[in-house]
């Protein structure tokens, strides 16, 4: 009987080379990102500031849905409160919903635009100081250190000290909002509604913008006064 091996039946060896050129390719396989999908974008109706996902979740229908039954309920037509009413009594919609899916409707149809309100117009412009909620509102609230960001005189016919005051304005009601965000920061929100146009909205805003940024100068001026007392 012979003594000869069957070489075919033994596996083959990697030779050193071969070794180290199968671990660089794992390697960069490892390395290589991931593809991942696209995330779908949420669809939104022109006009419209919530999804349709959003909507249907909470009303039933999509956008275009709600837009094609008010346009056969002729709502094209209707006051905005006889298509809130429409919508909150016949598809049994609540309050909130109701007047949302109305002002959507509105604003798709061009018969209310962006920043429009049942009052007129409306902006908000926010800003966090360097200072704590008693100091923000006090700035606000006493008619002198307020005459250092604002030239206009006002009356403040609403106070809730560290929380808001409101007050008349030459074109309408202007609400100031105060929110701790620390011991030394709070968030200063001003809402301005009932203006006239979408044009005042842009001047509105940049005068509040501009007496909110000197209000912070002011209160970071304050801080760095009593930083070097201490």
Do not use: C
């Not at 050129?21 to 990102?33: D, E, F, I, T, V």
């Amino acid at each position: 009987m012979s003594d000869v091996t069957d070489e075919a039946a033994e596996p083959k060896k990697k030779t050193p080379a071969k070794r180290k050129a199968a671990a660089k390719k794992k390697a960069a396989a490892k390395k290589a990102p991931t593809k991942k999908a696209a995330p779908r974008a949420k669809r939104k109706s022109a006009g419209t500031a919530m999804s349709d996902a959003a909507v249907k979740a909470k009303t039933g229908r999509t956008w275009s849905q709600w837009f094609t039954l008010l346009d056969k309920a002729g709502a094209a037509k209707m006051t905005h409160k006889a298509i809130a009413e429409l919508i909150a009594t016949r598809h049994k919609i609540p309050g909130w919903w109701a007047q949302m899916v109305t002002v959507g409707y509105e604003r798709a149809r061009g018969v209310r635009k962006v920043n429009e309100t049942l009052t007129g117009f409306r902006t908000s412009i926010s800003r966090t100081l360097d200072a704590g909620v008693d100091a923000a509102f006090d700035a606000w609230d006493n008619a002198k250190t307020r005459a250092a960001f604002l030239k206009e005189a006002v009356n403040v016919s609403t106070r809730n000290p560290g929380k808001n005051l409101r007050f008349t304005w030459k074109v309408g009601r202007v609400e100031v909002r105060f929110v701790v965000k620390g011991p030394k920061k709070t968030q200063v929100t001003v809402d301005h509604e009932g203006l006239k146009s979408a044009a005042d909205v842009g001047k509105v805003r940049a005068q509040w913008s501009a007496a909110m940024d000197k209000l912070g100068d002011k209160l970071g001026d304050r801080l760095k006064a009593r930083l070097k007392k201490g």
